[in-house]
């Protein structure tokens, strides 16, 4: 069994803050991953 541990790193930008988003195709956007395992 291969076991695959992933860092997901996402923002939510339904709400607005500083930043009012115009257009979005979806509100969650996934910016990056890394294993989970490694720490640079």
């Known amino acids: ?3 695959l541990e ?3 790193f996402s923002e ?4 607005v803050h ?3 988003y ?3 195709q979806v509100h969650f956007y996934v ?3 890394r ?3 490694v720490w640079p």
Not at 12 to 15: D, I, P
């Open 31 to 33: 910016f990056a991953t």
């Open 6 to 8: 992933l860092e997901i």
């Open 12 to 15: 939510n930008l339904y709400a």
């Open 22 to 24: 115009q257009k979005l």
């Open 35 to 37: 294993p989970g395992v």
């Open 18 to 20: 500083s930043i009012e």
């Open 1 to 3: 069994m291969i076991r």
